[in-house]
Every structure is written in structure tokens, then in C-alpha cells.
């Protein structure tokens, strides 16, 4: 019988079935040892989108993440030969990503703007022919990316502390760090209502699906969270189900499945003892989805 073609990646079939496996962890020697996060509150390692690259991606493969931060996606593309787009609301954090990404080896653009607007053609105007020199094909006004990574805001989760002398939010005041990544009403991580915020980032990923070729892949890196008050807001679940609601066009986000993201040199919180189970959340979800008709 003849080998079928991987039109996916460029992995043996044994580096194919490893990367299967639902849990991994990651602890980012680069993040503890640079201190990076000092770059912004929120990141994930560049070793973790590194491992979601190769298996999505052939070499000088495009790439969209539209909440970019401080830039890791990108530079995860620029030490793999991939081609970068990341969006940003934040001008603080897309002047970190573009001095991080400076020089790179491949292209890397970094698109200071509101993530919303990805599916919308006057979104890439005036990026168009800077996306086609970087060989990214662009149809009826859309650029056409072979995969998108990113990591969305934890709803409201960075403006509060959970309220342990030793919380990150605490840590991070003291050391006069960033707490919020911005007081921008357009920054979705302020958006006060829960249901309001899974509809806003469910409108932004049906947007990335116009910008993603057919049969390709969508990761969101997100986590369950629990409020202040105690009670937990399964995020990651509510938008594996928001981002695979199908609409009345065509094309949808099919759920594949998840990788979970394992943190184990996190410290863990003094949250509830001795009186209440509370976990110290030190996993992620990363959702996998492949557009579909
Ligand atoms: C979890 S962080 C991403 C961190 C990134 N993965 C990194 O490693 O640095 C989410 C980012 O989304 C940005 N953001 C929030 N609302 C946005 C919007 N409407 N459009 C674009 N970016 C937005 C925030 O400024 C923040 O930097």
C-alpha cells in the first residue's frame, strides 16, 4: 500500500503519535530563567508554542495569533522558520513583541489593532501587500494562514487577587510590574460580564476562521478559573462550546480535542486549608479545532 502524504507536518510518524499524548508538561526554563514575565502578566513559554508548531505547520508555514502579548508565538515562529502575524490591542505590549521579534530570520509582523476585526477585509487594508511579500497568500481581501495559536484574556481573572499574602497579582504590584494589561474599554480581559466576554472571544474566533485555510487548525490556550467569591467559571469548556457553534455559513471550528498544559514548579497557593478543597490551578487547556465544512 502506498504512504499516504503528510500535507500536515514535517514529523516521523513516531514524533506524530508522541505529540498525541493529551498532557504535557512545560515549565519554560527560558520564562524563570530571563524573568520574561516581567514582559507582561500573562505569557506562555515559547518551548510550548514551539511543540504546537511543528506538529500544525510545515516549515515557512503562516501563522496568526490574535492576542499576541509580549510576542512569544512570534518568536516561537522566528527560531522555527515559520512566517508570524500577531494582533494587539496593547501599544505597550506590540512594541515588546516587535523589539522581540527584530531581525527575525523569517517574517514576523506585529499588528497593533482590535482582534474583532480579524474577519473583516478593511481589518488588512493596508497590511495586504506587506502579508503577500511574506508570501502569505490573501483571498477576496483575507490573508490565508496555515494555523493560529494563541492564548485569549482570562475574562476578568488578572484584576483580582485571590487574596493570599503571596498571590502573583500581590508580587507583581510590589514589585511595580503590570497587574491588567490596560484600562482600554476594547481590551476584553475588562469586559465585566461573563456571558458578554465568551460572546466577544467567540466573535473573535469566527473571525480568525475567515483568515484560516480549510482543513487547518486553531489552539486557544485558556483555563477554568475561580472568582474571588469561590465559585469556579469553567472558561476553557464554555469556549470549546462557543468556538465550535456552528453559524449560518459553511465553514465551522470542529473540537479535535484537548492537550493539557501541566505547570510543575509553580508554587502552590495556601487557598483553603484547613477548612475547603480549592485547587491551585497549574494546568491549561490548550483546545484544539480544525476548520470544517
Ligand atoms: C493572555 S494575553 C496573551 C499573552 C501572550 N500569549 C504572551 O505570551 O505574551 C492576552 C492579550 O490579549 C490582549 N487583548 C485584550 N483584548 C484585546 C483585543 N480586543 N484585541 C487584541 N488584543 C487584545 C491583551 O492586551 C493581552 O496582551
Known amino acids: 500500500m502506498a504512504k499516504a502524504r503528510n500535507d500536515l507536518n514535517d514529523l516521523s510518524g513516531k514524533e506524530w503519535i508522541k505529540f498525541t499524548r493529551t498532557w504535557f508538561v512545560c ?5 524563570w530563567r530571563n524573568r520574561p514575565t516581567e514582559l507582561h502578566p500573562a505569557r506562555f513559554p515559547e518551548e510550548m508554542v514551539a511543540e504546537f508548531l511543528g506538529f500544525f505547520t510545515k516549515q515557512g508555514g503562516a501563522v496568526l495569533d490574535p492576542f499576541l502579548g509580549s510576542g512569544a508565538t512570534l518568536v516561537a515562529c522566528s527560531e522555527n522558520e515559520r512566517v508570524g ?18 531581525g527575525a530570520s523569517s517574517p ?49 481573572m488578572l484584576q483580582t487577587s485571590r487574596g493570599g499574602v503571596f498571590s502573583k497579582q500581590k508580587q507583581r504590584a510590589a514589585r511595580g510590574l503590570d497587574t491588567t494589561y490596560s484600562g482600554n474599554p476594547d481590551d ?28 487547518k487548525y486553531l489552539v486557544v490556550v485558556a483555563q477554568n478559573l475561580r ?8 472558561l476553557a469548556w464554555d469556549l470549546a462550546r462557543r468556538i465550535e457553534k456552528r453559524g449560518r455559513g459553511g465553514a465551522y471550528w470542529r473540537f479535535q480535542g484537548e492537550r493539557i498544559w501541566c505547570q510543575n ?6 487557598w483553603g486549608y484547613p477548612k475547603i478543597f480549592v485547587p491551585n490551578y497549574h494546568h491549561h487547556y490548550c483546545l484544539i479545532f480544525r476548520k470544517s465544512r
Not at 502575524?85 to 527584530?102: C, D, F, I, M, P
Not at 472568582?227 to 469553567?234: A, C, H, K, L, V
Not at 514548579?265 to 495556601?270: H, R, S
Request: a positive charge; charged letters at 30%.
Open 265 to 270: 514548579t509553580k508554587p502552590l497557593g495556601i
Open 108 to 156: 514576523q509582523m506585529v499588528i497593533r489593532g482590535e482582534a474583532r476585526g480579524i474577519g473583516r477585509k478593511g481589518f488588512w487594508q493596508e497590511w495586504c501587500r506587506k502579508l503577500e511579500a511574506a508570501g502569505i497568500a490573501v483571498v477576496r481581501g483575507l490573508p490565508q494562514f496555515d494555523f493560529a495559536i494563541t492564548s485569549p484574556p482570562y475574562w476578568r
Open 227 to 234: 472568582d474571588p467569591d469561590g465559585s469556579i467559571r469553567p
Open 188 to 215: 476584553l480581559g475588562n469586559i465585566a460580564d461573563y456571558g458578554r466576554f465568551i460572546s466577544a472571544l467567540g466573535k473573535v474566533f469566527d473571525g480568525v476562521r475567515r483568515c484560516v485555510k480549510d482543513g
Open 85 to 102: 502575524v500577531g494582533v494587539e490591542l496593547s501599544q505597550k505590549y506590540a512594541r515588546t513583541a516587535a523589539r522581540r521579534t527584530k
Open 27 to 31: 515549565d519554560s526554563p527560558r520564562y
